[in-house]
């Protein structure tokens, strides 16, 4: 029998407003509660969150209800994968231990229902985008994170969320040329046999048809929620 999978992308919890990101979250929540009764296993392609950074004993405030809708989806049976995206600065294994996360640094591969997925953030994938392959570099150097988790983290989150906040700006400034980075590296990859190539990161909802696969990004949350789900097809469906 199949099962049935979920997938979410680029949430990006804190970016706006203190009322925006309520409703935001409560939106998240009241998917996540529909996930424990409708799918089987749940798929995050990065950025949940504007920013994480990771202290050891510190938990950065807020957004406590959608811990514990995670907890709960967890607890629940189901399991929930997280692929790290470009504004996780740094994560320990709270997602792991203390929610019961699968999490993932790298881009997987994994067969759903007999069919060959990639799925990745996106980050880092498009060919003319130097800079941030620069920057990704310096962001995940274990020696240099190690030195940054030293600050306060009053101050520590501050820089975080300052960091973020530059690295959305670049990316939706940036101008990568008339063709889509992403989609040539998901060309490559259903070239080599995969099925479907699921990234984020664009912002930009795309659900693409290439020769025997498809090429599906699922845009992000801060204009209109949606999610992705497959059985036996692929589909974007948007959330309330």
Known sequence: ??????????????????????????????FLNYSKDNCDELFIIGDLFDYWFEYK??????????????????????TVHYL????DFLHRNFFQKEIGLQLYRDPIEILLNGKKFLIGHGDGLVKNDIGYKI???????????????????????????????????YTANKNYG?????????????????DFVLFGHSHRRVFQKYKNGYYVNLGAWLDKPCFGKFTQLFEIIDWK
Do not use: C, W
């Not at 150097?141 to 690295?167: C, E, F, M, V």
């Open 84 to 87: 790290i995206g470009n504004h």
């Open 178 to 194: 008339k063709e889509d980075g992403l989609f040539e590296t998901a060309q490559i990859k259903i070239d080599e046999g995969f």
């Open 1 to 30: 029998m199949n099962k049935t999978y979920f997938f979410i992308s680029d949430i990006h919890l804190g970016l706006n407003s203190p009322e925006a990101e309520r409703e935001k979250e409560k939106q998240l929540v009241s």
């Open 57 to 78: 004993r510190v938990i950065q405030k807020g957004f406590m209800r959608t811990i514990a809708s995670l907890v709960d989806l967890a607890d629940s049976g189901k």
């Open 135 to 169: 920057l990704k570099k310096v962001l995940r150097n274990k020696t240099l994170q190690k030195i940054y988790s030293l600050i306060h983290p009053d101050l520590g989150i501050k820089i975080a969320s300052a960091s973020s906040k530059t690295s959305r700006d």
